[in-house]
Protein backbone atom coordinates (compact mmCIF):
# COMPACT_ATOMS: atom_id res chain seq x y z
CA UNK A 1 0.00 0.00 0.00
CA UNK A 2 1.21 3.15 -0.79
CA UNK A 3 2.48 5.55 1.81
CA UNK A 4 0.98 8.68 2.20
CA UNK A 5 2.85 11.86 1.21
CA UNK A 6 3.06 14.15 5.00
CA UNK A 7 1.33 17.78 4.77
CA UNK A 8 3.93 20.48 4.03
CA UNK A 9 7.07 18.17 2.78
CA UNK A 10 8.59 19.17 -0.13
CA UNK A 11 8.79 16.25 -2.71
CA UNK A 12 11.29 15.41 -5.14
CA UNK A 13 10.48 14.20 -8.58
CA UNK A 14 13.13 12.73 -11.07
CA UNK A 15 11.23 15.71 -13.73
CA UNK A 16 12.33 18.55 -11.69
CA UNK A 17 9.63 19.37 -9.58
CA UNK A 18 9.75 20.92 -5.66
CA UNK A 19 12.77 20.77 -4.51
CA UNK A 20 13.96 20.06 -0.71
CA UNK A 21 15.66 22.08 1.82
CA UNK A 22 18.94 19.54 1.06
CA UNK A 23 18.43 20.01 -3.27
CA UNK A 24 18.67 23.65 -2.27
CA UNK A 25 21.73 23.28 0.00
CA UNK A 26 23.34 21.56 -3.01
CA UNK A 27 22.71 23.83 -5.32
CA UNK A 28 23.93 26.66 -3.13
CA UNK A 29 27.00 24.67 -2.75
CA UNK A 30 27.73 24.52 -7.02
CA UNK A 31 26.86 27.84 -6.98
CA UNK A 32 29.59 28.65 -4.86
CA UNK A 33 32.02 26.01 -6.02
CA UNK A 34 31.43 28.18 -9.73
CA UNK A 35 31.82 31.58 -7.84
CA UNK A 36 35.82 32.51 -7.49
CA UNK A 37 34.86 36.07 -6.74
CA UNK A 38 32.01 37.70 -5.12
CA UNK A 39 29.65 39.69 -7.62
CA UNK A 40 30.40 43.31 -7.72
CA UNK A 41 30.98 46.39 -9.92
CA UNK A 42 32.65 49.80 -9.65
CA UNK A 43 31.19 52.68 -11.84
CA UNK A 44 34.00 54.13 -12.74
CA UNK A 45 37.36 54.16 -14.31
CA UNK A 46 40.31 53.31 -13.29
CA UNK A 47 39.08 51.01 -10.42
CA UNK A 48 39.84 51.52 -6.74
CA UNK A 49 41.14 48.76 -4.96
CA UNK A 50 39.96 49.75 -1.74
CA UNK A 51 36.52 49.15 -2.93
CA UNK A 52 37.17 45.87 -4.01
CA UNK A 53 35.84 42.36 -2.03
CA UNK A 54 38.27 40.80 -1.25
CA UNK A 55 41.30 43.13 -1.63
CA UNK A 56 43.78 41.95 -4.17
CA UNK A 57 46.94 40.36 -2.17
CA UNK A 58 49.77 42.21 -2.82
CA UNK A 59 52.47 40.53 -0.86
CA UNK A 60 53.15 36.91 0.35
CA UNK A 61 54.53 36.59 4.32
CA UNK A 62 56.99 34.21 3.20
CA UNK A 63 58.50 36.33 0.72
CA UNK A 64 62.20 37.98 2.18
CA UNK A 65 64.24 40.16 -0.04
CA UNK A 66 67.94 39.60 -0.77
CA UNK A 67 69.46 42.75 -2.12
CA UNK A 68 68.68 41.75 -6.01
CA UNK A 69 67.91 45.65 -6.69
CA UNK A 70 70.13 47.20 -3.89
CA UNK A 71 70.52 50.84 -4.39
CA UNK A 72 68.60 50.63 -7.92
CA UNK A 73 65.73 52.97 -9.08
CA UNK A 74 62.60 52.16 -11.09
CA UNK A 75 59.83 53.79 -12.32
CA UNK A 76 56.49 52.33 -12.24
CA UNK A 77 53.22 53.27 -14.44
CA UNK A 78 49.93 52.18 -13.28
CA UNK A 79 51.99 51.48 -9.69
CA UNK A 80 49.13 52.75 -7.45
CA UNK A 81 47.60 49.57 -7.68
CA UNK A 82 47.66 45.65 -8.34
CA UNK A 83 50.31 44.14 -10.29
CA UNK A 84 51.70 47.45 -10.24
CA UNK A 85 52.10 48.05 -6.14
CA UNK A 86 52.85 44.70 -5.62
CA UNK A 87 55.75 44.90 -7.73
CA UNK A 88 56.68 48.03 -6.45
CA UNK A 89 56.35 46.28 -2.92
CA UNK A 90 58.94 43.55 -4.06
CA UNK A 91 61.02 46.33 -5.41
CA UNK A 92 61.66 47.85 -2.24
CA UNK A 93 61.86 44.61 -0.34
CA UNK A 94 64.90 43.89 -2.48
CA UNK A 95 66.60 47.20 -1.83
CA UNK A 96 65.28 49.84 -4.69
CA UNK A 97 63.86 52.83 -4.10
CA UNK A 98 60.53 53.75 -6.60
CA UNK A 99 58.61 56.10 -8.17
CA UNK A 100 55.22 55.28 -9.05
CA UNK A 101 52.96 57.39 -11.88
CA UNK A 102 49.05 56.91 -12.03
CA UNK A 103 46.12 58.25 -13.39
CA UNK A 104 43.89 59.89 -10.62
CA UNK A 105 43.48 56.78 -7.69
CA UNK A 106 45.31 59.08 -5.27
CA UNK A 107 44.24 56.85 -2.37
CA UNK A 108 45.58 53.85 -3.78
CA UNK A 109 48.98 55.38 -4.61
CA UNK A 110 49.03 56.92 -0.97
CA UNK A 111 48.62 53.20 0.44
CA UNK A 112 51.82 51.69 -1.96
CA UNK A 113 53.88 54.67 -0.90
CA UNK A 114 52.65 53.63 2.70
CA UNK A 115 53.66 49.82 1.94
CA UNK A 116 57.42 50.85 -0.08
CA UNK A 117 58.30 53.14 2.98
CA UNK A 118 57.11 50.60 5.29
CA UNK A 119 60.41 48.34 4.04
CA UNK A 120 62.64 51.35 4.52
CA UNK A 121 62.94 52.60 0.58
CA UNK A 122 61.95 56.11 -1.02
CA UNK A 123 59.01 56.52 -2.95
CA UNK A 124 57.44 59.35 -5.30
CA UNK A 125 53.70 59.43 -6.46
CA UNK A 126 52.90 61.15 -10.03
CA UNK A 127 49.63 61.57 -11.00
CA UNK A 128 48.88 62.15 -14.49
CA UNK A 129 47.97 60.78 -17.98
CA UNK A 130 50.78 58.32 -19.63
CA UNK A 131 49.05 58.90 -23.19
CA UNK A 132 49.97 62.60 -22.86
CA UNK A 133 53.95 62.77 -24.45
CA UNK A 134 54.82 65.67 -22.17
CA UNK A 135 53.65 64.26 -18.79
CA UNK A 136 56.10 60.98 -19.70
CA UNK A 137 58.85 63.51 -19.81
CA UNK A 138 57.77 65.86 -17.27
CA UNK A 139 57.90 62.47 -15.17
CA UNK A 140 61.23 60.81 -15.80
CA UNK A 141 62.94 64.32 -14.94
CA UNK A 142 61.02 63.93 -11.70
CA UNK A 143 62.17 60.97 -10.67
CA UNK A 144 65.61 61.58 -11.86
CA UNK A 145 65.67 64.58 -9.82
CA UNK A 146 64.82 63.47 -6.56
CA UNK A 147 65.94 59.85 -6.76
CA UNK A 148 69.06 60.69 -8.65
CA UNK A 149 68.88 58.05 -11.31
CA UNK A 150 66.79 55.72 -13.27
CA UNK A 151 67.89 52.08 -13.17
CA UNK A 152 64.62 49.71 -14.44
CA UNK A 153 61.54 51.21 -16.59
CA UNK A 154 58.24 48.86 -16.04
CA UNK A 155 55.52 50.22 -18.49
CA UNK A 156 52.17 49.02 -16.76
CA UNK A 157 49.74 51.33 -17.07
CA UNK A 158 46.28 50.03 -18.56
CA UNK A 159 42.41 50.47 -19.74
CA UNK A 160 39.76 48.05 -21.48
CA UNK A 161 36.60 48.82 -21.99
CA UNK A 162 34.27 45.81 -23.36
CA UNK A 163 32.43 45.52 -26.12
CA UNK A 164 30.44 42.86 -27.59
CA UNK A 165 30.97 43.82 -31.87
CA UNK A 166 33.54 45.86 -33.01
CA UNK A 167 30.43 48.49 -34.61
CA UNK A 168 30.68 49.86 -30.72
CA UNK A 169 33.73 50.92 -30.20
CA UNK A 170 34.18 54.73 -30.80
CA UNK A 171 37.02 56.55 -32.14
CA UNK A 172 37.32 58.19 -29.10
CA UNK A 173 37.19 54.73 -27.61
CA UNK A 174 40.08 53.25 -29.68
CA UNK A 175 42.12 56.16 -28.92
CA UNK A 176 42.09 55.90 -25.99
CA UNK A 177 43.01 52.41 -25.45
CA UNK A 178 45.51 52.63 -27.98
CA UNK A 179 47.00 55.68 -26.30
CA UNK A 180 47.06 54.35 -22.49
CA UNK A 181 48.00 50.82 -23.60
CA UNK A 182 50.81 51.60 -26.34
CA UNK A 183 51.59 55.01 -26.88
CA UNK A 184 52.41 55.35 -23.17
CA UNK A 185 55.06 52.70 -23.47
CA UNK A 186 56.75 54.52 -26.43
CA UNK A 187 56.73 57.43 -24.67
CA UNK A 188 57.54 56.41 -21.71
CA UNK A 189 60.50 54.85 -23.28
CA UNK A 190 61.18 57.46 -25.31
CA UNK A 191 61.52 60.10 -21.59
CA UNK A 192 63.85 57.40 -19.71
CA UNK A 193 66.62 56.19 -22.11
CA UNK A 194 68.47 58.98 -21.93
CA UNK A 195 69.06 58.07 -18.27
CA UNK A 196 69.45 54.43 -18.70
CA UNK A 197 72.49 52.33 -19.26
CA UNK A 198 74.10 49.52 -19.60
CA UNK A 199 72.72 46.97 -17.09
CA UNK A 200 69.37 48.57 -17.19
CA UNK A 201 65.64 46.96 -17.55
CA UNK A 202 62.75 47.85 -19.28
CA UNK A 203 59.48 45.42 -18.35
CA UNK A 204 56.79 45.58 -20.57
CA UNK A 205 53.72 44.73 -19.52
CA UNK A 206 51.08 42.88 -21.96
CA UNK A 207 48.48 39.93 -21.45
CA UNK A 208 47.48 36.53 -22.48
CA UNK A 209 45.26 38.19 -24.56
CA UNK A 210 47.63 39.08 -27.25
CA UNK A 211 47.64 34.87 -27.17
CA UNK A 212 44.64 34.19 -28.03
CA UNK A 213 42.43 36.88 -28.35
CA UNK A 214 39.48 38.26 -27.02
CA UNK A 215 36.34 38.77 -28.77
CA UNK A 216 34.72 41.26 -26.28
CA UNK A 217 38.09 42.99 -26.01
CA UNK A 218 38.90 43.45 -29.47
CA UNK A 219 41.05 46.94 -29.06
CA UNK A 220 42.36 46.02 -25.77
CA UNK A 221 43.83 42.43 -27.14
CA UNK A 222 44.85 44.86 -30.22
CA UNK A 223 47.21 46.90 -27.91
CA UNK A 224 48.85 43.99 -25.74
CA UNK A 225 49.52 41.81 -29.40
CA UNK A 226 51.23 45.75 -29.96
CA UNK A 227 53.43 45.49 -27.31
CA UNK A 228 54.55 41.63 -27.48
CA UNK A 229 55.93 43.19 -30.96
CA UNK A 230 56.68 46.50 -30.01
CA UNK A 231 58.82 44.78 -26.91
CA UNK A 232 60.91 42.24 -28.91
CA UNK A 233 61.27 44.72 -31.49
CA UNK A 234 63.22 47.63 -28.78
CA UNK A 235 65.11 44.47 -27.67
CA UNK A 236 66.83 44.04 -30.97
CA UNK A 237 67.37 48.18 -31.24
CA UNK A 238 68.59 48.62 -27.33
CA UNK A 239 70.26 44.94 -26.60
CA UNK A 240 73.43 46.40 -28.09
CA UNK A 241 73.51 49.50 -25.63
CA UNK A 242 73.31 46.60 -22.49
CA UNK A 243 69.64 47.74 -22.22
CA UNK A 244 67.77 43.97 -22.04
CA UNK A 245 63.84 44.61 -22.60
CA UNK A 246 61.41 41.59 -21.95
CA UNK A 247 57.70 41.31 -20.86
CA UNK A 248 55.15 39.84 -18.57
CA UNK A 249 51.84 38.54 -19.83
CA UNK A 250 49.59 38.21 -17.31
CA UNK A 251 46.11 35.67 -17.25
CA UNK A 252 43.28 36.61 -15.46
CA UNK A 253 44.51 38.41 -12.23
CA UNK A 254 42.24 40.18 -9.63
CA UNK A 255 42.82 43.60 -10.09
CA UNK A 256 41.35 47.07 -9.71
CA UNK A 257 40.68 47.17 -13.68
CA UNK A 258 38.24 43.57 -13.28
CA UNK A 259 35.41 45.55 -11.35
CA UNK A 260 35.75 48.42 -12.86
CA UNK A 261 35.04 46.96 -16.41
CA UNK A 262 33.32 43.86 -16.33
CA UNK A 263 29.49 43.62 -15.31
CA UNK A 264 28.98 41.42 -11.56
CA UNK A 265 28.05 38.09 -13.03
CA UNK A 266 31.45 37.86 -15.16
CA UNK A 267 33.31 38.95 -11.78
CA UNK A 268 31.93 36.35 -9.71
CA UNK A 269 33.63 33.76 -12.13
CA UNK A 270 36.51 35.81 -13.27
CA UNK A 271 39.77 33.03 -13.60
CA UNK A 272 37.21 30.05 -13.45
CA UNK A 273 38.32 29.21 -17.29
CA UNK A 274 41.63 28.70 -16.75
CA UNK A 275 43.24 25.37 -15.86
CA UNK A 276 43.82 26.29 -12.45
CA UNK A 277 40.21 27.25 -12.05
CA UNK A 278 41.27 30.66 -10.67
CA UNK A 279 41.95 34.41 -10.88
CA UNK A 280 45.86 35.12 -9.89
CA UNK A 281 47.00 37.30 -7.21
CA UNK A 282 48.94 40.62 -8.18
CA UNK A 283 51.81 39.00 -5.33
CA UNK A 284 51.83 35.74 -7.87
CA UNK A 285 52.68 37.83 -10.95
CA UNK A 286 55.47 40.10 -9.24
CA UNK A 287 58.05 37.70 -8.80
CA UNK A 288 58.58 37.85 -12.74
CA UNK A 289 59.48 41.60 -12.93
CA UNK A 290 62.15 41.54 -9.87
CA UNK A 291 63.16 38.46 -11.45
CA UNK A 292 63.82 40.03 -15.46
CA UNK A 293 64.62 43.61 -13.51
CA UNK A 294 67.43 41.76 -11.21
CA UNK A 295 71.03 39.94 -12.49
CA UNK A 296 69.11 36.61 -12.46
CA UNK A 297 68.20 37.27 -15.77
CA UNK A 298 71.39 38.50 -17.22
CA UNK A 299 71.08 35.86 -19.95
CA UNK A 300 67.55 36.99 -20.85
CA UNK A 301 66.01 39.28 -23.88
CA UNK A 302 63.19 40.23 -25.97
CA UNK A 303 61.06 37.22 -24.35
CA UNK A 304 57.85 36.98 -22.08
CA UNK A 305 57.13 35.20 -19.14
CA UNK A 306 53.38 33.77 -18.85
CA UNK A 307 52.09 33.86 -15.37
CA UNK A 308 48.53 32.78 -16.32
CA UNK A 309 47.36 29.93 -14.14
CA UNK A 310 48.32 27.16 -16.78
CA UNK A 311 47.20 28.49 -19.77
CA UNK A 312 49.86 26.78 -22.90
CA UNK A 313 50.33 29.86 -25.33
CA UNK A 314 53.17 30.44 -28.06
CA UNK A 315 55.65 33.17 -26.82
Known amino acids: MPQAKQPGRATQSKSGGHKGPDDKKGQQEKQDK ?24 VQRREYRGSGKLEGKVALITGGDSGIGRATAVLFAKEGADLCIMYLNEHDDAEETKRLVEADGRRCI ?15 VERCVSELGKLDILINNAAEQHPKENIEEITEEQLERTFRTNIF ?9 LPHLKDGSAIINTTSVTAYRGSGG ?3 YASTKGAIVAFTRSLHTN ?14 PIWTPLIPATFPPEKVEKFGKDVP ?3 PGEPAEVAPCYVFLASDDSSYIAGQILHPNGGEQVES
Open 238 to 251: LIKKGIRVNGVAPG
Open 217 to 219: LLD
Open 276 to 278: MGR
Open 34 to 57: EQTRPPQKQDRQPGRETEMTPRPK
Open 184 to 192: GYFFMVKAA
Open 125 to 139: TIPGDVGEEQHCRES
